[in-house]
Structures are given as C-alpha cells and as structure tokens.
C-alpha cells in the first residue's frame, strides 16, 4: 500500500511520530505527501529544520494550515482539551475524508458530532509503538467503508499488533495497555532500588531490572504460560523467590495492580 494522495497529520508530538515515522521509511507515504499542522509557529519552525526532506509543517495561524483538512486520509493527535477549538476551526472539506483519532477517552459519538463531513475512526495505541512493540485497538465510526479499515489497520501495522474491539470496551484496554506501561514502570524502578538496596551499583541495577522484566515477557508471551505458571517454576520450597512472593502478597502487591488497572478504566470514562 503506497499512499499517492496526501496524508495530514494534526499534532506531531511523539505518539503520532511513532506511527508516521515508519510509514515514511518503508514508502507507504512518500514525504512530499505528508502535510502537518502544529500548534505554534516555534514547533513548526523547529520540525521543519529537523524533519526529513519533502514534509510540509505548518503552524495552526498560517493560512496553510487550512490545506491539512482536504488530505483523504488525517490524523487527529492532538491534546484531548484542545477539540473542541480545533474543530471549530475546520474548513468545508471535499468528500468524506477519513479521520483516525489517538484521543483518549474521546468517543466516536463525540468525533462524529464535531466533524460531520468525515468518516471517523477511533484508535488507542500505545507508547511501545515508539520502539515498534505497541498494541492498537480500533474502533469504527458508522459510515467507515471496508478498504478503509483496511487501510488503517496497514497504518498501524508497522509499529504495533492490531485488533478491532467494540467501542465500549477500549476503557478497559487503555487502561491496560496505555496506563500499564507506567505501571510497570514503577515496579521496574521499586525492583532496581531493591537490587541498589542488596549492594548493585545503580546503572546495573536499572538493566537488570529492565531486562529481567522483558525477558519474563518474552517467556510468559512465546511460550502462552499462565503467569501462575511462570510463577511456580521459580518458586522452590523454602526458596528464595517465594520468601519474596510473600512479601510482596502482605503488601498487597497483586490488589494494588487490580485496582490500578479499573480505577484507569473508570478515568478513562469519566473523561469521555
């Protein structure tokens, strides 16, 4: 799939990157058919110096900027606060382009509402799309045709695994795959701190900590254990590991993360 007409992107902070960036590479955009819109004029200025040749940044006052909304096919990435005033903005546009929201808890009902000349798509990737490891979950607007969602599924493709869930339940999947990142996160940190604690020097205590817990991923997902499973394997009688499990069940480690993940869910839709 190579894109011959323009793609626009409105918001180019990181996560709209991770899934553009890719798309340049393997030539499914070609860059002089990528147009962009920024909120500032210094963002503008500063992505066009660093941005490879051929892709267009405009910033949101430019009379350019119009142009964005006329691409077949946009991207909708900028911060949940900021739609309302960026819809009012939008120019009568030509056909029914195809909007792909990375909005959080922003419903399609709502998208639909605010941009009634364009076919909606609600997505909810996540931050491991940076380094090509990411989740996707996608979630129709009515009038989306079949090519298009293929079309979509083939833009995130390239830097995450991709599925179709009804809308109401990409809550409880942002909140996994979205929120966890910065859950687990916390327990790689606590993990490091206790290997500084025992007596390893930080830098190795925070590669350790990081490759042990991709290392479990790794084995939990290629092998379809049971994290019960993996568990038991290394937790000998009067061992080790299973002093620790226990200090980690009296300090209620395993509630913590359940309540975690739903408290995130429930956010997600209070925030819609």
């Known amino acids: 799939m190579v894109m011959r007409s323009a793609f626009g992107v409105i918001g180019l902070g990181r996560m709209a990157w991770a899934i553009v960036e890719p798309l340049l590479k393997r030539g499914v955009i070609p860059p002089e058919q990528l147009v962009t819109v920024v909120g500032s004029e210094l963002s503008a200025s500063r992505l066009n110096n660093e ?39 939008v120019p009568a546009v030509n056909g029914q382009p195809l909007l792909i929201s990375v909005l959080a808890g922003v419903r399609l009902e709502r998208l639909q509402r605010l941009f009634p000349s364009h076919r909606c798509v609600r997505s909810v990737p996540n931050t491991p799309a940076l380094v090509g490891a990411g989740l996707t979950a996608l979630a129709w607007g009515d009038s989306v045709l079949p090519d298009q969602r293929q079309q979509v599924t083939e833009l995130f493709s390239p830097v995450s695994e991709v599925m179709e869930l ?44 990081h490759r042990t817990l991709a290392g479990t991923a790794a084995l939990l997902h290629q092998r379809n254990l049971h994290p019960g499973e993996l568990k038991d394997m290394v937790s000998s009688p009067g061992g080790t590991t299973i002093a620790g499990i226990r200090c980690l069940e009296q300090a209620g480690l395993r509630s913590a993360l359940i309540e975690a993940v739903v408290a995130a869910a429930e956010r997600s839709r209070e925030l819609a």
């Open 51 to 89: 941005l490879p040749d051929g892709i267009t940044v405009y910033p949101a006052s430019s009379a350019e900027a119009r142009s964005v909304w006329q691409a077949p096919v946009q991207l909708l990435a900028i911060k949940p606060q900021q739609l309302d005033a960026v819809a009012a903005e």
């Open 166 to 209: 009804p809308e109401e339940k990409l809550d409880a999947f942002l909140a996994l795959t979205s929120s966890g990142p910065a859950f687990l996160a916390l327990v790689a940190e606590a993990m490091a701190d206790g290997a500084v604690a025992a007596g390893l020097p930080r830098p190795l205590a925070q590669h350790l900590s």
